[in-house]
């Protein structure tokens, strides 16, 4: 059956096109013929997106767990390796002492040494003085070296922390990246 046209609503120009001046008759047409397939549409998409942002919020607080227990972890691990340096440091400072004190001790006897000499001959003196002086002087640089080996291999583990630190945070950035992929790639698969 041909549609009806209401004459009195419709003009028409030269090449026979109709217009119509009442749209809102055929928006109610089209409600009437599609109406309940557009709602049902709409409540379709309502629940969809209702599920995307259930499963957004889902992964988004997965992973800020994720990333709160890694800066945890991470932060364990620093004041570990911090306390271990401290306990390296003090252990270095211990034995800098002993060899300080030590060196002290050495000097204390061999002055004590001297000045008994002293009394007995000045030849034997002014060698064991040139003996004792040669042997402060060695022990010195031996003090020196120690001393200056230490701070290097603290420098060297310093250095090291800080590389691993580094590594830790673009390892966490990865693991942050991959998660949202995955949840991208899941929601992907989902709606497929």
């Known amino acids: 059956m041909p549609p009806v046209v209401d004459k009195s609503i419709q003009k028409s120009d030269q090449s026979g096109t109709i217009y119509n001046n009442h749209d809102d008759s055929l928006n109610t047409v089209r409600e009437i013929l599609l109406g309940s397939k557009v709602k049902e549409q709409n409540e379709k998409f309502e629940h969809l997106q209702q599920k995307i942002q259930l499963n957004l919020s889902t992964i988004r607080s997965e992973c800020l767990d994720r990333i709160g227990t890694l ?39 061999i002055e004590e040494r001297l000045n008994y000499l002293s009394a007995d001959n000045s030849k034997a003196t002014s060698e064991v003085r040139s003996f004792v002086l040669s042997c402060t002087k060695e022990l010195s640089e031996e003090f020196h070296s120690v001393q200056k080996k230490s701070l290097d291999e603290i420098s060297k583990e310093i250095v090291r922390i800080n590389q691993n630190t580094v590594t830790r945070m673009q390892f966490v950035e990865f693991l942050s990246d991959w998660t949202l992929r995955l949840s991208d790639a899941k929601m992907a698969s989902k709606l497929n």
Request: hydrophobic letters at 30%.
């Open 71 to 109: 800066e945890k972890y991470i932060k364990e691990e620093l004041k570990a390796i911090g306390h271990s340096m401290k306990d390296e440091k003090s252990e270095h400072e211990k034995a800098i002492a002993k060899q300080s004190k030590a060196l002290s001790e050495i000097h204390q006897e």
